[in-house]
C-alpha cells in the first residue's frame, strides 16, 4: 500500500509552480546523511487512497497547480493511479527520487512518461542539493528536458 507521512503545500520546490506536495513512506535507497530516516520504513504513514487524494485535490483546486511525490516510485501502479486523477484537474505532476534518470527509465518508463517533472539523484551530503553548483542532483523539465537547478543557485 502506497502510504504518506505528511503532505503540505510548497512554493520553492517545483519553480513557478505551487505543489501539494506528499512525502511518501518506504524509501528503500537509505541515502547516508538522510534527514528523514523515519521515511524507510515502508510501515509507517497513512494510506493514500484515491479517495483521500481526491479529495484532497478539491479541498485545494483553487490554489495548487501541481502534485509533487517526494518519492513512491516503488509503488509505481499507485502513483500511476493517483497521477490520472490529478491528470484529470490538469494538475503537472512531479516526482523527487534518488535514482538516476537512467534507472528510472528502465524500471519506471510508464511512471517517467506521465511525469512533467523529476529531480533525480541520491542524497550524497558532501555534494549538496539542487542549491549547490557541486550537486549529483538534477531537477529537470521532463517535456522540454531544461535542467532547472539554475532556479535554485543564488
Same mark, same amino acid.
Given at each position: 500500500?502506497?502510504?504518506?507521512?505528511?503532505?503540505?503545500?510548497?512554493?520553492?520546490?517545483?519553480?513557478?509552480?505551487?505543489?501539494?506536495?506528499?512525502?511518501?513512506?518506504?524509501?528503500?535507497?537509505?541515502?547516508?546523511?538522510?534527514?528523514?530516516?523515519?521515511?524507510?520504513?515502508?510501515?509507517?504513514?497513512?494510506?493514500?487512497?484515491?479517495?483521500?487524494?481526491?479529495?484532497?485535490?478539491? @479541498?485545494?483546486? $483553487?490554489? %495548487?497547480?501541481?502534485?509533487?511525490?517526494?518519492?513512491?516510485?516503488?509503488? +509505481? =501502479?499507485? *502513483?500511476?493511479?493517483?497521477?490520472?486523477?490529478?491528470?484529470?484537474?490538469?494538475?503537472?505532476?512531479?516526482?523527487?527520487?534518488?535514482?538516476?534518470?537512467?534507472?528510472?527509465?528502465?524500471?519506471?518508463?510508464?511512471?517517467?512518461?506521465?511525469?512533467?517533472?523529476? @529531480?533525480?539523484? $541520491?542524497? %550524497?551530503?558532501?555534494?549538496?542539493?539542487?542549491?549547490?553548483?557541486?550537486? +549529483? =542532483?538534477? *531537477?529537470?523539465?521532463?517535456?522540454?528536458?531544461?535542467?532547472?537547478?539554475?532556479?535554485?543557485?543564488?
Amino acid at each position: 500500500m502506497l502510504k504518506y507521512d505528511s503532505y503540505d503545500i510548497v512554493l520553492q520546490e517545483i519553480p513557478n509552480e505551487i505543489s501539494l506536495c506528499f512525502t511518501i513512506t518506504g524509501c528503500q535507497l537509505a541515502c547516508d546523511g538522510c534527514h528523514s530516516e523515519h521515511l524507510w520504513n515502508p510501515q509507517n504513514g497513512t494510506d493514500l487512497t484515491p479517495e483521500l487524494f481526491h479529495g484532497l485535490l478539491v @479541498k485545494y483546486e $483553487k490554489t %495548487i497547480t501541481c502534485i509533487l511525490f517526494m518519492g513512491g516510485e516503488w509503488h +509505481n =501502479q499507485k *502513483l500511476l493511479e493517483l497521477i490520472s486523477i490529478a491528470k484529470q484537474q490538469k494538475l503537472k505532476i512531479a516526482l523527487y527520487t534518488g535514482l538516476n534518470e537512467k534507472q528510472i527509465r528502465r524500471k519506471y518508463f510508464e511512471l517517467l512518461q506521465n511525469l512533467d517533472f523529476i @529531480k533525480t539523484g $541520491k542524497w %550524497i551530503p558532501s555534494l549538496g542539493g539542487l542549491d549547490q553548483c557541486t550537486t +549529483n =542532483q538534477q *531537477l529537470k523539465n521532463v517535456k522540454s528536458g531544461e535542467i532547472l537547478n539554475k532556479y535554485f543557485i543564488r
